[in-house]
């Protein structure tokens, strides 16, 4: 309980009446703080969260700090940039097999991008769509396997790949055998159809037990993207695209050396080197020639068939990548602090709501995998909340606004009006407050919070504030002038 003041209209008859909010007691435990600068919002919260923090068992407390001032005690802050190291990983598999799962994190994904820019086109979302399958495949994880979306669980052969025990003095000649590298599981890999003949005799399978797993990253997604780009524009299949590069990277190589080593000549194991990199490219297009089409093969064709919609998919995620915020290594918070403050100042106003979407989403999914909740386990401060707000029901605000507070979530947000919230959104906070409101915004305040002008008029800042909160088993609540 947040002690706010003392009731006006109680103080005019010689009472003193404490007004507090109360979010265990109110039909929710969410909060809604309005004032213009200067009002003393951050103030405010900081006095609410130091409520929080101080309790038997305080709940974990995320606040998201866009001015980089909301300076609290007892908790540990993250400055978020470009340059920063960490950041969230928004391909990351939830594993649980009833909330989680692959095609689950490729809507989502596809979804919170879409809210910060322009929408997907219908052929560049069959394209991005059909992209991350394939990436999740590729380390693991597979639609319809739920054991395969847990990193504990090894990554079996089950996805139709086997890996290789590869010296490495022979990863030449497995690479001329098919063999591939997949730095997902740092290991060499190839078709389970294709481990027969010389590389099946020559390269043991490797032990299920000895692969590690992580999460694809969005620079793995923009990567493949790139390569499916470069496959549409020379018209060449996989294999024969790998080829080439190895070609290209044996060249490179051997530039290299050339320039070492002041112009000589190269060495006859170097030549040879380079003349197997150009016949694998020649095997590997005569192969592709001569291969009859499945209906894989056709399908992928018909699909990536236009440059310029695959090279927009790139373009688009590759501005998602540069803006250097989805990174796999997680922030360094002192997990021992209970106030988590995420100082997002040095992010664009796009940048910062990828950042906030994505990690609502994820709060929400862990609240909900630990099941209902009878106290606050969670508290989540979003201040100038109206930058991350719209009317859909899949915004995770709009979600947790609804759905947060049986999952023990206390949701608020800080604005300097209600005028980007919808009345839905406004009708499923129980608690508000208003701490002085520009006048060009009374009338939309007086239509959305149904405030009268004159108790707008009487507000006084730093003086006292208007309280509103809808108590368990009332029907109605009326806004409360409150001295502070």
Not at 5 to 17: C, E, F, M, P
Not at 56 to 66: C, G
Not at 114 to 125: D, I, M, Y
């Amino acid at each position: 309980m947040h002690h706010l003041g003392y009731n006006i209209i109680a103080a005019l008859k010689g009472k003193q009446v404490p007004v507090s909010w109360d979010p265990v007691g109110a039909i929710n435990p969410h909060l809604m703080l309005l004032g213009m600068s200067g009002t003393g919002k951050t103030h405010t919260l900081r006095q609410i969260l130091k409520s929080f923090s101080n309790l038997e068992t305080p709940p974990r407390i995320h606040v998201f700090d866009v001015h980089g001032d909301i300076e609290i005690e007892h908790a540990s802050t993250v400055l978020y940039s470009e340059t920063s190291g960490y950041g969230i990983n928004p391909l990351e598999v939830n594993p649980d097999p009833h909330f989680g799962g692959i095609r689950k994190r490729i809507e989502s994904f596809i979804r919170t991008v879409e809210k910060s820019t322009t929408a997907f086109g219908v052929k560049q979302l069959a394209i991005i769509r059909d992209l991350m399958t394939e990436l999740y495949e590729q380390f693991g994880f597979l639609a319809d396997d739920p054991n395969s979306w847990n990193l504990n669980n090894p990554a079996g052969n089950n996805n139709g790949v086997i890996y290789l025990e590869v010296p490495y003095e022979q990863r030449d000649k497995a690479k001329r055998l098919g063999a591939r590298w997949n730095p997902a599981v740092k290991s060499w890999y190839i078709p389970a159809s294709r481990y027969r003949g010389e590389i099946a005799t020559l390269f043991d399978q490797k032990s299920i037990d000895q692969i590690k797993r992580r999460h694809p990253t969005l620079s793995d997604l923009v990567n493949m993207t790139y390569n499916r780009m470069e496959e549409s524009f020379i018209g060449l299949g996989r294999e024969s695209m790998r080829a080439v590069q190895d070609l290209h990277k044996a060249s490179a190589r051997i530039n290299r050396m050339i320039i070492k080593n002041h112009g000589k000549q190269l060495d006859d194991d170097e030549i040879e080197k380079l003349d197997k990199a150009k016949r694998a490219v020649m095997d590997a297009v005569e192969r592709y020639l001569d291969q009859n089409p499945t209906s894989k093969t056709i399908r992928e064709a018909m699909l990536y068939s236009s440059y310029d919609v695959i090279t927009g998919v790139y373009q688009r995620l590759k501005g998602i990548e540069s803006t250097g915020i989805f990174k796999d290594q997680r922030p360094p918070f002192d997990m021992s602090k209970p106030i988590l403050r995420h100082n997002i100042k040095p992010l664009s106003r796009q940048e910062q709501k990828l950042f906030v979407l994505f990690t609502l989403e994820r709060l929400f999914e862990r609240a909900v995998q630990q099941g209902p909740a009878d106290r606050i386990k969670t508290v989540i401060v979003l201040d100038e909340a109206a930058r991350y707000f719209d009317k859909d029901p899949e915004n995770p605000i709009n979600i947790i606004a609804t759905e947060g507070r049986k999952f023990g979530i206390s949701l608020i947000c800080a604005a300097q009006s209600p005028e980007h919230f919808s009345q839905d959104f406004l009708s499923s906070v129980a608690s508000k407050i208003v701490l002085g409101i520009d006048e060009t915004f009374w009338d939309v305040s007086r239509k959305k919070l149904n405030l009268s002008k004159d108790k707008l008029q009487k507000v006084q800042m730093h003086r006292n504030l208007l309280f509103q909160t809808k108590m368990k088993g009332e029907a109605k609540a009326e806004w409360i002038s409150v001295k502070l």
